[in-house]
C-alpha cells in the first residue's frame, strides 16, 4: 500500500475538542496539518458532544488553576476569530461540608494563584443567591467569578472551522488503526481502515479520548492507566413561573457540591425551564461496547435538589432528559500530554485521560499540545513546570499516579 497524498507537518488523530484545538493551533502557526477523525465529526459517540460543560477555576491542584485563566482567555480569543460565542460566563459556586479536604485545598490553591474567592457560610449563601441555592448550616459556599457554561459540539465545531481556514485538511469516517515509524524517510506513518489511508508526517498527536488505553497499547506496547467511564447526564424541569430563576444571566451559577452525593450542574441555558444537575461518576465501560444507559439512580439527585434549589425545580418523575457520554479516567485524575518516547522519542505526542474535568481546558491543552509537537516543549503562560503532573512516567514510578490526600 503506498503512501495516500500529501505529506504533512503534523498529523492529529482524533476529532474531539482536544485534536480540534490543538488542529487549529497547529495550523495558526503555519504547519501543515491533517486531523484525521474515526466517525463523522461531531459525532455524539465520544466526550466532546452535547450542549454544555462547566467553566470554573476552582481547583485543588494549583496548576489547574493556572490552566483554567489561560484556556478562559483563548475561549475568548478563538470566539473573536471566529466571530460567534460558545462560552457563556457567570459565576461559578462550589459547596461541601466546611472540613471537607477538597474545597479547603481549593480555596487555599485559588488564595495562591490569587483568584478572587468569597466563601461563604450558610446564612450567607441564602443571601447572596435570594434563597435559590441553600446549604446545611455546618456546609461552606466558595463563590468564584470565573465561571460559565460552553457550549461543546458548537465549540468543538468553532475550532474545525478555524483549523480548516488556516488551511488544516480535515477527514472523517477514518479510523486510525496503526502508527508507524517511517524507518526510510524518518517522520511517522499513520495508517487509516480505507484502501489506500497511509499518511506521513513529521510529527504526530494522538487525543483518541475513551480509546487512548487502546490505541497506545496496539502501537508502542505502553499500557497507560485510562479507564473510559460511561455517564449520564440528567435535566430536570424548572417548576412554572420560576425559569428565569435558575437561568444563565440572573447570577445563578454554574455549581458543584463536595458532599455526598457528588453533584454538578449548570444554570439553563440551552433547554429553557430545564436545569442540568448530574451526579459525578459513572460506570467503567468499552468504548466499543457501550451500555448506553441507564445511568445511574437518580433518587439520591431527587434530595439533593429538593433541599438545595428550595422547591424551584420539580422532582417527582425524575430527570426530564438524559443524555449519555464518555469520561477516560486516570487514578489520580490528572491529565496525560505527554510524548509517547520509546522508538517515537517526541516525534509523537499524546493527549489523554482528561477525567472529566478538560473541556473547559481545551483551548490551553491544545496549545500545549501544539508546542510539544512543534517546539519540543511548553512555552507560555502555562508552564513547563506543570507537565510534570501530566508525564505518563508517574504511572511507572507509582501506579496510582501523582500523590494526592484529598482525592
Ligand atoms: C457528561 C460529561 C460531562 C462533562 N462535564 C465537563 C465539564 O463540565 N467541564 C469540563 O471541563 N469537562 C467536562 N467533561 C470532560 C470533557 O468533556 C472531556 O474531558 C473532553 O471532552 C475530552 O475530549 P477529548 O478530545 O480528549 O476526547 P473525545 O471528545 O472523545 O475525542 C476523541 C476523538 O478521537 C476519536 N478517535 C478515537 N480513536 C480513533 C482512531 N483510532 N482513529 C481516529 N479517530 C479516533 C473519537 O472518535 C473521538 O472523536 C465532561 C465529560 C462528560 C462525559
Redesign the pocket.
Known sequence: MGLSGEQYDVIV???????SSAAYQLAKRGQKVLL????DFL?H????HGES??MRATYPDAYYCDMAVEASRLWEEAESEMGYRVYFKCPNFDMGPAENKSLRTIISSCRERSIDCRVLDHRQVDEEFNGRIRIPEDWIGVCTELGGVIK?TKAVSMFQTLAFRNGAVLRDR???KEIVRDDVNGGILVVGDGEGDKFWGRKCVV?????TEK?VKRVSGIELPVQPVE?T?CYWRVKEGQEGKLAIGGGFPTFASYGRPGV?GTPALEFPGLIKVTLTGGYPCDPDKRPWGPGKPTEEMEEWIESTFGGLVETGGGPVSKQS????MTPDKDYVIDFLGGEFGKDVVV??G?S??????GPAVGKMLADLAVEGEVKGAVEEETLRYFRIQRFVENPLGNPKDFL
Open positions: 488523530v482524533g476529532a474531539g475538542i482536544m485534536g484525521l477523525e474515526q466517525f459525532h459517540r465520544g466526550s466532546s460543560r462547566t461543546p477514518t479510523e486510525v487525543t483518541v479520548g475513551a480509546w490505541l455517564t447526564v454538578y457520554c464518555m469520561c477516560c493527549g489523554g482528561f472529566g474535568h478538560g473541556f473547559k481546558m
